[in-house]
């Protein structure tokens, strides 16, 4: 991992692994099958890219987008990487030079779609090359319990089949436990080797509010976030196109996206998005699947999406940079009698899966008090502890004290047993308000004693109180029209005349706006920021490439708040690797130095990840306690890692001069045969214990990575 460690840094100018990054990356070295599921902006990629920058051969791709492999490969040449795609938007001729380019060996990462690696002709090119690894990206696409079903998904076993030796790895950043056993059982893989990163998104604001005026609820947010790149998600095409009309004709850098355009303007749009000619797209959910911009600051969901998984997926691409993002779901009852509608054009599974999506998204956005993070993260199976993650709508509103509600929610548990327990929350207000509407009278509820008994609220405020005694329990609300019945607990309260307290709408809207608070942000210097960007979309414009290709908006960050006045120090800044540095520094660096010369600026030392928490000195901590008698399986359980990871951290403890006593736990550790050790100690005498690949190689493979750790661990000791 020291390796994997340099070409982090080196290549692609990072000091520290993700969570899980290292484990994954690891385990795929070892030559193990691996399922990682990892969020959104998580990191995923490099863990494929950095072993296919290891193994000796070719690592291939599986991508279900052709913009995420023109994304992936400019980025990844921008680091100077071998990388390349086949598809239908190449020539012939240059498809057949790209041929050539992974037959001669030229190439260490190759993107395809899924339909184009199952042609003969790409399976015979293959044939001709070592392979050492399969990557499947967004390999939830191989569940039918997935929210974005492929079927050619499910044909990739038989490419496993044809090349045995290469080491798969699946990737994905939405997965429930049954569509992970899914993937599992389809690719044969092992249950052991499965990576599960936590979803928590710690810099999305999330927010949900109720649709009432949405176009005038998109522009307070475009304003918020004047000249920033966002999405607005929208349910249909015509949607898609009339919201993009409105925002253009009010003056906004808009593109509509769905996939009622034609191709070319499909292309042009996307393009005009990633390149920052266009500040706002706004999509169907066709749109983005595997879009690697960074800075997107905001998504909108203009309408209801169909399915947590959806929604979460959709989030997920704002703020892949790490810096703060804002994501707002616009909700109305509206919406949910639009997605039951076309739902009930389905028949057999296929109706309930779909019922059972908009159940728990309904669910979710109406609940007014939990932490946003806790219901969206129990969704894939993890348990959220935090009470609040000062971060989404409910956590950062202010306390909104309690009101009596008792006869309010009297009246409304009243109509809702008077109307026999068969209607939803809408019916019941349309009673309570007196309404005239086709199906009060139809059903004769305008003769009901509740009928009438409380134009003392808007309809807007019963609907809030009945989504208030459904989470208080006194209402079940179940099947696909929410149909309302009362609980004991109820029947209780109605009997006894029990207080019930509640909250009442308004105060619910005015908490949210005076609690509404921004993450914590990197101070920055924002006329340098602007001069950097400005430098930095003429670049790209000029190499015909995304401008975040150049460097992602944290780099231009923090080099505004750092000040960098050598190329040393431009090292030290995030997202700055050698190869970008070559080819970049000297001008940002110019201008930088210029920019602080005229101003007497001067350069700020950035805080290491050392300086930060004690994860940097991490090592020094593990290294003492095992030297006072702590086993590597005690460390490894109290810091929740691998013994793979125990040991790098004693490794550099050794390497940083101190001494290591030499227990029995780590000779127990290795299955390496006397004579296969003192090979070992033998390369590593001859090509230093700095690097394992070498000393792999020189073994010929005799021994695994896992066994080389523990025998540099005992060689390092010894001298």
């Not at 969020?39 to 991508?63: D, E, R």
């Not at 940083?656 to 006397?674: F, I, K, V, Y």
Request: hydrophobic content about 35%.
């Amino acid at each position: 991992m020291y390796d994997a460690a340099s070409i982090l840094k080196e290549t692609f100018g990072y000091d520290t692994f993700r969570p899980l990054q290292k484990e994954v990356i690891e385990n795929v070295l070892n030559r193990r099958d691996t399922l990682a599921v990892m969020p959104t902006g998580g990191g995923k990629s490099l863990c494929y890219q950095i072993p296919a920058l290891m193994f000796p051969g070719l690592t291939v791709v599986v991508s279900p987008l052709i913009a995420l492999m023109k994304d992936q490969v400019e980025q990844l040449r921008a680091y100077g990487v071998q990388s390349l795609f086949l598809n239908s938007t190449l020539s012939p001729q240059e498809y057949q030079e790209n041929m050539e380019y992974v037959r001669n060996g030229q190439v260490k990462l190759l993107y395809v779609a899924p339909e184009t690696l199952l042609t003969p002709r790409i399976l015979s090119l293959l044939d001709s090359v070592q392979v050492d690894c399969l990557t499947i990206d967004e390999a939830h696409c191989i569940s039918e319990w997935g929210h974005d079903f492929r079927p050619e998904y499910r044909q990739l076993v038989e490419v496993r089949k044809r090349f045995p030796k290469a080491v798969c790895l699946a990737l994905t950043a939405t997965a429930t436990s049954r569509v992970r056993q899914d993937i599992r059982h389809t690719l044969k893989f092992s249950t052991t080797n499965e990576f599960i990163a936590s979803f928590n998104r710690e810099n999305l604001y999330i927010e949900v509010a109720r649709k009432n005026d949405a176009a005038r609820q998109t522009i307070e947010m475009l304003e918020r976030y004047k000249d920033q790149s966002g999405i607005i998600y929208c349910f249909s095409r015509k949607q898609v196109d009339e919201l993009a009309g409105y925002l253009a004709s009010k003056g906004y850098s808009v593109r509509p996206y769905h996939a009622g355009l034609e191709d070319a303007e499909r292309r042009r749009n996307q393009e005009a998005f990633i390149r920052d000619d266009a500040q706002i797209i706004v999509a169907t959910i066709a749109f983005g699947m595997g879009i690697n911009k960074p800075n997107v600051r905001f998504v909108i969901h203009y309408d209801l999406p169909k399915s947590i998984e959806g929604y979460y997926q959709e989030i997920g691409r704002a703020g892949r940079d790490g810096l703060p993002a804002h994501c707002l779901l616009l909700y109305s009852y509206a919406d949910v009698a639009k997605l039951n509608y076309f739902i009930d054009q389905k028949e057999g599974d296929e109706k309930r899966v779909a019922m059972q999506h908009l159940n728990a998204i309904v669910s979710y956005a109406e609940d007014e008090r939990t932490c946003r993070r806790r219901p969206l993260l129990n969704y894939f199976g993890e348990v959220y502890k935090a009470d609040n993650c000062s971060n989404c709508d409910n956590c950062t509103s202010t306390p909104t004290p309690l009101t009596d509600v008792t006869i309010p929610a009297q009246k409304f548990l009243s109509c809702v047993k008077r109307a026999d327990e068969k209607f939803g929350a809408g019916h019941i207000t349309d009673i309570l308000l007196g309404s005239k509407n086709e199906k009060v009278l139809r059903w004769e509820h305008d003769k009901l004693s509740t009928y009438g008994i409380g134009t003392e609220w808007t309809k807007k405020q019963w609907m809030h109180l009945s989504r208030q005694l459904v989470q208080m329990g006194y209402l079940n609300q179940e099947g696909e029209f929410h149909t309302l019945s009362l609980t004991t607990k109820a029947l209780d309260a109605l009997r006894k005349r029990e207080k019930i307290m509640g909250v009442v709408e308004e105060a619910v809207e005015r908490a949210k706006k005076d609690g509404r608070k921004k993450k914590e942000e990197l101070e920055y210097n924002n006329a340098l920021y602007a001069l950097l960007r400005q430098k930095r979309k003429e670049m790209a414009d000029e190499a015909g490439v995304p401008p975040y290709v150049i460097f992602s908006d944290r780099t231009l960050t923090e080099m505004a708040a750092y000040y960098p006045q050598s190329l040393d120090a431009m090292l030290t800044i995030s997202g700055v690797g050698q190869v970008k540095l070559q080819r970049y520094g000297d001008v940002f660096l110019e201008l930088i130095k210029s920019y602080c010369e005229k101003r007497g600026l001067k350069e700020v030392r950035k805080a290491s990840s050392r300086d930060k928490s004690d994860s940097g000195r991490r090592y020094a901590i593990v290294g003492e306690a095992y030297n006072v008698g702590e086993s590597v399986q005690s460390l490894m359980k109290r810091y929740q890692v691998t013994a793979g990871t125990i040991l790098d951290h004693l490794t550099r403890y050794v390497l940083a001069g101190n001494s290591l006593r030499s227990g029995s736990d780590l000779q127990a550790l290795t299955s390496a045969t006397p004579e296969q050790r003192q090979s070992a100690f033998a390369a590593f005498d001859e090509l230093s214990p700095d690097f394992l690949k070498p000393v792999y190689d020189k073994l010929n493979g005799a021994l695994n990575y896992d066994d080389l750790k523990i025998l540099r661990m005992l060689y390092l000791i010894r001298k």
